[in-house]
């Protein structure tokens, strides 16, 4: 049983290295943000800050490693190097704005490092700037304007507020970039496209919603009602399995299989 929980982590029962080195700067582990099935994400801070602005090296970094653990005796590794290359593409794709992670490096097959953006997740807050959507809608418009959709956009954790409130945006594993051939068929490569950029549209003001009501227009009002089909079999499908893990997870780590 210990086993097979391990393996619903990516990286499994791996343990993180206390330093890294990046751009000949090493870096100590401060705290695992997040370890699922497809990633584990890890925060590293330079010794200190003065030393960091001496060196004017990035404060603190992210290290991402996509799947590396087997999985019921499948080999993973191969999804984690494709998961790490494809998310790699995106934010070189959208390298000129200034919204979203910007790469260090790479960090063997299947990782890369970005410099960590200081601030809160939409998740962790109760009110943002009047300003703050009106800036999220502008930055949504330029990743949807290099033809690639975000397709995450109802998860409020990759949504940050940082210190100056401006909006900017994490986790481009599952994004596509979707071009006019992508489907063979320019029409039918535009049409995909837009219907994944609407759900994202949809997000983005559904969570304006639940933060700043009062600053909907009528027409957002519409919009951020207007679900669809894909979003309710990606709800049926990905939710019921993503409680089920959660609780197993959490009855080991009552039972002290594994440790928290």
């Not at 700067?25 to 943000?33: A, F, G, N, S």
């Not at 087997?70 to 390298?95: A, K, T, V």
């Not at 009047?130 to 800036?135: E, G, Q």
């Not at 009501?213 to 009602?225: A, D, F, G, I, Y």
């Amino acid at each position: 049983m210990k086993k097979f929980a391990y393996q619903l982590y990516a990286c499994g029962k791996k343990v993180f290295p206390q330093n890294i080195t990046v751009h000949d700067r090493t870096y100590q582990l401060e705290k695992i943000l997040k370890h699922d099935f497809f990633a584990a994400t890890v925060l590293y801070k330079f010794a200190t800050v003065a030393q960091a602005a001496q060196c004017k090296a990035p404060p603190r970094i992210v290290l991402k490693v996509s799947r590396q653990e087997h999985f019921l005796g499948l080999p993973l590794r191969w999804l984690g190097q494709m998961l790490c290359d494809h998310e790699i593409s995106i934010l070189n794709r959208l390298s000129r704005l200034n919204c979203v992670p910007h790469l260090l490096s790479r960090y063997g097959s299947t990782g890369f490092t970005y410099e960590y953006i200081e601030g809160s997740t939409l998740d962790s807050v109760t009110t943002v700037p009047n300003d703050f959507f009106d800036k999220f809608v502008d930055v949504l418009r330029q990743i949807h304007k290099a033809d690639i959709a975000y397709v995450d956009m109802n998860k409020r954790s990759n949504i940050i507020v940082a210190l100056d409130g401006s909006p900017h945006i994490i986790d481009f594993q599952i994004s596509l970039y979707i071009d006019n051939y992508a489907l063979i068929f320019p029409r039918l490569s535009f049409l995909f496209r837009r219907f994944l950029q609407r759900a994202d549209v949809y997000h983005l003001l559904k969570h304006k919603r639940k933060l700043c009501p009062h600053l909907l227009t009528p027409t957002e009002q519409v919009l951020s009602r207007c679900n669809n089909s894909i979003l309710h079999l990606h709800r049926a499908v990905a939710t019921p399995l993503r409680k089920l893990r959660r609780a197993f997870l959490s009855h080991l780590r009552s039972n002290g299989v594994i440790p928290d």
